[in-house]
């Protein structure tokens, strides 16, 4: 596998064990007495564990658990490249999508929308019909050529693929939801009458993804055994197993293998709706630069487009933004061309990128490396940006129940003085837990903090992240109960959701 990175750690075993050495560089001593307490948990026995913790005015370290020591991000890697995003392009970036028309074709061009719904290509086709189009004699051309067409970072595993948080990367999407899972189509299953097949179905419509139903419904009262699975390489979706009669209809997302034809066939469909008719094909091409413009889409500003990516930890975003970032910079819509200028601007902030690898842009990719001295170094730089403001809404909230305020940390640390207080970013898989971010302490203290943990025994011990965050918040240790876990854990909360029906 080549690595796109412009700064590439060795991946050695370099981080110490727990226990083996007391916190370094830690002024505070009731600090590094407590902290020292929490990470004590034998769950951390034999894991690598990076905890860095900062006076945010000063930057000076409080307490240090070796946090030079190389670690998978998983999800912090999007603090990364959302400071790209917002130096690079802007808190003002937008995304448009256009239609046009040149030589009796009809032009549907992308580039990276990935909050693009199916009532939004129902709009754009409005205002073809307004335009006074009603029949299209050539061909319904989508253009995706703003991005290359490698569909998946390096790193993915082929596992994850099917699953609404590992999509297809395209200058042209489709999102089933206001989540923004693009590239993914909801696939709903009800009960029918027992012994005969289950009703299934897509949305949005679309004839470029099928469904095998295999399915039959159940006697009422049985358990629900229902599979829905889609290989990679295809854009059949099987259904498989049993549904009770009477039962409630059931639903999950699934990717799709081609979401350039997945969106212009959504296109073409409410072209239908509005009384345009395309005589031609649907294809992949390239809108002339001769094209005459009848009809655009501007997305959310990035400023509003951060708070579903970092709330939500949406990582088919990170992906469309280091392709678009990729574009600005070098001319290229890609992941060698975006990542590297990710990594550039990293270093513009102070960051030493020769402790950072990045392999993707959502932290998905389990050979991405970083250290949380340095995640609490992009913090503290960040401060000082004309962008913080936008960044800092953006980080899930602790305690907050609203999706799109709490996000990933919305059922976490309440009834704590954490609680509406801390800002930080997530990041969860198999073996891999990192919480970093800001938290105002007793006095109205500011204190930046990156906690990554690697290879501990058990699921996700996300109450020792809670504990870190919750004692810089009361400025006092306190007694904390064991929380028990929640979900996969072994996935962002976020991305769990309808995996299985």
Known sequence: MITRTAGVVALICASALVGAAPAL?????????????????ARLSGAAVDVVVRDAASGRVLYDRHGDGPVMPASNNKLNTAAAAFGLLGTGYRFRTTVSTAGGDLYLRGTGDTTMRAADYDRL??????????EVRGDLVADDTWFDADRVPD??????????YAGRTSALT??????????????SVAATRRGEPVRASLSPATGTVRIDNRATTGRAGSPSTLEVNRDNGSDT??????????????????TVERPTLYAADVFRRALRAHGVRVSGTTERGRAPANATTIATHTSMPLSRLARPFLKLSNNVMAEALVKAIGRKERGRGTWTAGLP???????RLGVDTSQVTMTDGSGLARSNRTTATQLSTLLRSARRQPWFPAWYAALPVAGRPDR??????????????ATGNVHAKTGTLTGVTALSGYVTGPGGRGLIFSSVFNRYSGAAPKDIEDAIAVRLAEGHATSRRRAAPSGTGDLEPTWARGMRP
Request: no cysteine; proline share 4%; net charge negative.
């Open 404 to 417: 799109l305020i709490g996000g990933t940390l919305a059922n976490r640390m309440r009834g704590t003085a």
């Open 174 to 187: 489709v999102s089933p939801d206001a989540d923004f899972d693009a590239g993914s189509i909801r696939v």
């Open 237 to 254: 979706i099987v259904i498989t197993g049993s549904h009770p009669e009477g039962a409630p209809e059931s639903s999950v997302l699934r």
């Open 155 to 164: 790193g993915w595993q082929s596992g994850d693929l099917q699953y609404a």
């Open 25 to 41: 560089a830690a002024p505070d001593s009731d600090l590094a007495r407590d902290l020292d307490a929490v990470l004590r948990d």
């Open 341 to 347: 200028a990710v990594t550039g601007y990293l270093a």
């Open 125 to 134: 086709a409005g205002d073809v019909a307004d335009a006074g189009i009603t």
